[in-house]
Structures are given as C-alpha cells and as structure tokens.
C-alpha cells in the first residue's frame, strides 16, 4: 500500500529554508542578478528540498494553467474596485477565471505576489504596478523572464511591457488651466509616494503655463488616510499662503476634505480643492467635489483585453480624462 501522499514543495519553502524572499528565489532560478552567496543559498536550498519549478526556467506552453492573475494596490479603493469589475468583465466573456491580489503598494508585498503567481505556472498577469520609474521596472523582471504575458493598467513602468493607462499629463494640465483662471498662483499637489511622473505633469503645467513651480508645494504620502491626512495637516498649517490643492487620488482627497474641517479651512473659499478621480462619494460632499474624472473600468476593461489577445506588440493605451466642474473651487480671494 502506498504511504501518504507528500505535498509538493513549493517556492515559498525554498525561500524559508535559505532565508531569503519568495521573489529572490524567484530571481535567482530565472536567471536574474543576485549576489553569489545568495545564489548559493538559494540552489543549495532548491537541491535540498528537491525543489523542480513548473515554469521557471522552461517557459513550456503546455504546463501554464490559464487564467489571469490581476494585483492592485487596494481592493476597498472605488477607484480600483471599479478597474478590477473591468477585468472581470472582459475576463468573462472570453471563459477564462480571474485570481485577485493586493499589494498595499508596497514594492516588498509586490514581489512576493510576483514570486507566487510564476510559481502558479499563471498564463496571464495585469497589474497596477507599486511605483512608477526602472526600479518598479526591474521588480517585474523575473515575470518576464519565466514567459507570463504582462500587461501594465494604471501606471507605465517598462517601454518592452503593454500598459492601458489614463493621460494624466493632459488631466493635470485642464486642472491646472482651471484654477489658473480662476486667480490662484499658489497652488499644492498631494501626491502618493511613487507618483513620479503625475509630479512632473503638475510641475510641467505650471510652467507651460507661467506660473513658477515651488517644489515646497508638492507634499508627499503614503498610500493610507493617516499618512495623506499628516501631509496635508502640515501643508495647510505651515503653508497659509496655499490658495488650491490637487490631490492625486481619492484616498489623498478624502484626507484633504477631512484636514480642512478639522483646521477650519473653508473649501472652496479659503482653498479651492480637485480631487483625481471621480468616485461616488466625491458628489456626495459638501461642497461637492471638481475631479479630474479617469476611466476606471475602461481601463480594466481595455487591459484585459491586451492580456488575452494574442500576438500583439508591446504599445501604450493612453485613455482620456475629463475635468468634471462641481463646488468645490472658487475665484482666488487672498
């Protein structure tokens, strides 16, 4: 009679016994950059456990399990809750299953999920990427290298991988033409930490449109409320000359509506606020908030469809955004 059977060793066992990440594992098998001692712990520890990966390393068609595996930075985001009903959406109608993972942004947890869909033998992976710029770029490196089809939605972080993405350039500089005409030189940007390229567009934009950009006006945070709700706690009590804010993400403008309230900073009377992102609680305020409106599920939608479609080159999707006019900005009157 045969014994029990065994359960198969997997990459996260490997990493565990040479005291390393799943995604340094997943580096060292598929070839990429690690130091030697590393590599020796981690093929030591592989030969040991009698570790044989499903895909790294062979790339073979036939042992890929289909589906797709979808990583974003927050599940409880309206922003992403409605790009995540795009992929399924598009997912459905070809039959394939959708398997949902959540970063919190954080470059570390990212590469673990990396690590774990290549592991999974995934056939297709879309991605909100952690940050933009190379070393967002060089985490995905081992997924390219194991043969998963990638396709960027969001943020653009590698030229060689297909990204479905909103024009954010062109919805900062609309923003910005909007507040500029309405008086205000001193305008803030609350930016998430990894926004590098939204930073660029606002500080392009103001130049493009003669107004000096003071790099003090632009306040990093973290991807969480209490983080935002510090940075503009700070901003509005060290910087009492700030006339319009724009913050680069729903969760960043929730905290902007809360820090005012809290420090009796009158919207849009003291300070004119835009928000990117149209969620539905944005229209709920009061006063109701202008956003910078991106196509959420179209995004999604789009992606998915670059995922599943076959024998096509590596290109960007560049969707449009739409300044939406509500209450929430006023004529400078200081």
């Known amino acids: 009679m045969n014994g029990p059977m065994q359960r198969r060793t997997t990459i996260k066992d490997v990493a565990e016994a040479a005291g390393v990440g799943v995604a340094t594992v997943s580096r060292v098998l598929s070839g990429g950059s690690a130091s030697a001692q590393t590599r020796e712990r981690v093929l030591a520890a592989a030969a040991r456990l009698d570790y044989h990966p499903s895909a790294l390393g062979r790339n073979l068609r036939r042992q890929r399990t289909g589906g797709i595996g979808l990583l974003i930075p927050d599940i409880t985001d309206a922003f992403y809750a409605k790009l995540t ?26 590469a673990e999920l990396i690590g774990a869909l290549i592991e999974q033998s995934m056939d297709r992976v879309i991605a909100v990427p952690s940050r933009d710029g ?20 969001d943020r653009r972080v590698r030229a060689d991988v297909p990204s ?42 103001l130049t493009s449109l003669g107004v000096p950009a003071d790099r003090g006006l632009v306040v990093h945070a973290r991807a969480s409320r209490d983080s935002a709700y510090a940075a503009v706690a700070g901003l509005l009590q060290n910087r009492p000359d700030v006339t319009a804010l724009l913050a680069g993400g729903n969760v960043l403008g929730e905290a902007a509506v809360l820090a005012a309230r809290e420090l009796d900073v009158r919207i849009p009377k003291d300070v004119s606020l835009i928000m990117f992102d ?16 991106r196509p959420a599920q179209d995004l999604g939608y789009r992606a998915a469809e670059l995922a599943l479609r076959q024998g096509r ?12 006019v509500r209450a929430s900005c006023g004529p400078r009157s200081r």
């Open 313 to 324: 080159r590596p290109r960007t999707v560049a969707l449009p955004t739409e300044l939406v």
């Open 134 to 153: 190379e070393t967002a770029g060089e985490t995905w490196a081992p997924a390219l290298r194991a043969g998963l089809n990638v396709v960027f939605a």
């Open 85 to 110: 009903d795009g992929v399924l959406s598009c997912a459905r109608s070809y039959g394939e299953p959708v398997t949902v993972g959540v970063t919190g942004d954080d470059p570390e947890r990212e």
């Open 278 to 293: 149209d969620v539905p609680w944005a229209e709920l305020c009061s006063p109701p908030l202008t956003v910078v409106a």
């Open 164 to 205: 479905v993405v909103a024009d954010d350039a062109a919805g900062v500089l609309t923003a910005m033409e909007y507040l500029i005409g309405l008086g205000h030189r001193k305008i803030a940007f609350l930016a998430r930490h990894g926004q590098s390229r939204r930073v660029a567009a606002f500080t392009d934009a």
